[in-house]
Nanobody, 127 residues
Framework: QVLLVESGGGLVQTGGSLRLSCAAS????????MGWFRQTPGKEREFVST????????YYADSVKGRFTISRDKSKDSVDLQMNSLKPEDTAVYYC????????????????????WGQGTQVTVSS
């Protein structure tokens, strides 16, 4: 069983920062992409950022470009999301996700393509 465990969520004021971490454990899988999605009640899971495991190429949603930075640590089998200049609209449950199949990067933003998911961590940005 593949386990993705997120940590680092919490409550922060507008303009503040948080760092999310996701550690993979259990059965290993061939990581093609690891990343982050977020979801608010009544809405579909939304792409935030992913990173191609092999070469570290990052991908970002337009809404977070310039504010969020994704990174991965191969030795620790982990992926982090540094979130700066947080806004109330960033409030959501953030999910770590893993993709183990090769596909065109255009499909990295589709949550349905990811096979592995963490349990989610709440991020709340107060105004």
């Amino acid at each position: 069983q593949v386990l993705l465990v997120e940590s680092g969520g919490g409550l922060v004021q507008t303009g503040g920062s948080l760092r999310l971490s996701c550690a993979a454990s259990g059965r290993t899988f061939s990581k093609i992409v690891m990343g982050w999605f977020r979801q608010t009640p009544g809405k579909e899971r939304e792409f935030v950022s992913t990173i191609r495991w092999n070469d570290g190429t990052p991908y970002y949603a337009d809404s977070v470009k310039g504010r969020f930075t994704i990174s991965r640590d191969k030795s620790k089998d982990s992926v982090d999301l540094q979130m700066n200049s947080l806004k109330p609209e960033d409030t959501a449950v953030y999910y770590c996700a893993g993709l183990a199949r090769f596909m065109n990067s255009a499909y990295y933003t589709d949550a349905q393509n990811y096979e592995y998911w963490g349990q989610g961590t709440q991020v709340t940005v107060s105004s």
